[in-house]
């Protein structure tokens, strides 16, 4: 998973740039999952994360993790697969999990 590739046009219509970069298409998934707007609201700047980490992050943002729920419906343990988890009668609950290092502490304190 690239971050920010540049798009090149085949044509070039009026004043428009012969190419332009363009992020990734989970980026929006992952600014969202990660709390970027809203870090970069309270911070005054864009959060600052390793190349690494922003691979994780759109990659948490592409693929939710599936996990056992305990007897007080609190996800539990590690990620498992929810058909094996279906067909023992494992009750489960799939959502998309942040990657730690990219998640912004201004996460759900809105803009």
Request: glycine letters at 10%.
């Amino acid at each position: 998973m690239g971050g920010v590739k540049t798009v090149v046009r085949e044509a070039q219509i009026g004043s428009q740039p012969a190419a332009f970069e363009q992020f990734h298409p989970f980026h929006d998934a992952a600014a969202a999952l990660h709390g970027w707007a809203q870090h970069e609201h309270h911070e005054g700047s864009p959060i600052r994360i390793s190349r690494d980490d922003y691979q994780a992050a759109l990659k948490a943002a592409s693929a939710p993790v599936t996990r056992a729920l305990d007897k007080n419906g609190k996800p539990t343990g590690a990620p498992i697969d929810s058909h094996e988890a279906a067909q023992k009668g494992i009750q489960t609950i799939t959502d998309y999990e942040p990657h730690g290092p990219a998640l912004s502490p201004h996460k759900g304190k809105g803009l």
